[in-house]
């Protein structure tokens, strides 16, 4: 069984950046493809950014393209969600999610998913 644990949330005023990380126990997440999406409150939970097993391939939401980037550290277990330019709009908890399908996903067919870590950006 594979455990994701998200970290890095919190509060951050509006123009400001975040890193999130996500840490995978086990063996085998350098063969996964990871992904990061939220859930704002009242909304339903969104794709944000993917990233293939080998990080050669990236994939992110247009609401967040240009301003997030998603990147992983194979020897760490560990894949990171850079977030830049933050407005109000991006208020969400935050979930890492794990893929054993080597194909890049926007939807929530994932495998394995993380409690989640909250993400406030003040005005």
């Known amino acids: 069984q594979v455990q994701l644990v998200e970290s890095g949330g919190g509060l951050v005023q509006a123009g400001g950046s975040l890193r999130l990380s996500c840490t995978a126990s086990g063996r085998t997440f350098s063969t996964y493809t990871m992904g990061w999406f939220r859930q704002a409150p009242g909304k339903e939970r969104e794709f944000v950014a993917a990233?293939?097993?080998?990080?050669?391939?990236?994939y992110f939401a247009d609401s967040v393209k240009g301003r997030f980037t998603i990147s992983r550290d194979n020897a760490k277990n560990t894949v990171y969600l850079q977030m830049n330019s933050l407005n109000p709009e991006d208020t969400a908890v935050y979930y890492c999610?794990?893929?054993?399908?080597?194909?890049?996903?926007?939807?929530?067919?994932?495998?394995?998913w993380g409690q989640g870590t909250q993400v406030t950006v003040s005005s």
């Open positions: 990233i293939s097993w080998t990080g050669g391939s990236t």
């Open positions: 999610a794990g893929d054993r399908s080597p194909r890049i996903t926007t939807t929530q067919k994932y495998d394995y």
